[in-house]
């Protein structure tokens, strides 16, 4: 369990701003103790599950993660790319997963999920098959990180999602009312906007969740990435 996988650039930082209401923090349960979430900014975050630690897309350096520890995983969200950069040495240690595969993770699973534009004047940005999504069982509890996406269809079909992190940036990925009308369709149980700076800004967060509460049972809650 104690291996370093580096599946799939992570995104790129930017000026922190609070989100009033917003929490540091976050945990959910699972079949095998608390998950917490740690935002670090925009689309990058720690979670800490039942003695170990996983970075989703970190960048910036290691100053952000000295109080984390060493990453047992470090999930990636545009993956090939970045695995020709790592030097020799480390190429062992990586493993890079396609769209639709799926690899074991000790007793977890780690689904890779396309991640791509729709729309024609933005497909430019993330081809099919460059990158992807992924969902990550931890404990029996599936967690859906949507990495740069428009609402494409895989989304659409995710099925039994405890909790999902969904982005909303124009022009890179998708608009708030996308971004939501995806969410009411494959109903997590709870969604964390996040990748929401960008055209609209943190004034979407409101809206989406306003749209978002069309399904009373799935839960908004809100994280300080800025």
């Not at 790129?12 to 917490?36: E, H, K, M, R, Y």
């Not at 689904?111 to 990550?136: C, S, T, W």
């Not at 998708?174 to 939501?180: E, L, P, Q, R, Y």
């Amino acid at each position: 369990m104690k291996q370093l996988l580096v599946f799939a650039v992570a995104c790129v930082f930017l000026a922190p701003v609070v989100f009033a209401g917003s929490s540091s923090d976050d945990t959910i349960a699972t079949g095998q103790g608390s998950l917490t979430f740690h935002p670090v900014e925009h689309a990058t975050f720690v979670m800490k599950w039942n003695g170990t630690t996983i970075a989703v897309d970190p960048i910036g350096g290691e100053g952000p993660y000295k109080a984390f520890g060493k990453a047992d995983l470090i999930l990636i969200t545009h993956p090939a790319s970045v695995a020709e950069k790592f030097p020799e040495v480390d190429r062992g240690r990586i493993t890079v997963v396609a769209n639709g595969e799926s690899v074991n993770w000790g007793e977890s699973i780690i689904e890779a999920i396309p991640m791509y534009n729709l729309a024609p004047d933005r497909k430019d940005f993330h081809p099919k098959g460059r990158g992807n999504g992924y969902v990550v069982t931890l404990g029996g509890t599936r967690i859906y990180i949507a990495g740069d996406t428009e609402d494409i269809p895989e989304m659409r079909a995710l099925e039994d999602i405890d909790a999902a992190f969904v982005c909303m940036n124009l022009p890179y990925t998708m608009d708030v009312a996308a971004a939501a009308d995806a969410v009411l369709e494959f109903k997590p149980q709870v969604v964390f906007p996040y990748h929401y700076r960008g055209k609209g800004g943190m004034s979407d967060l409101d809206r989406f969740s306003a749209l978002v509460a069309a399904n009373p049972n799935i839960e908004v809650r809100l994280l300080q990435w800025y």
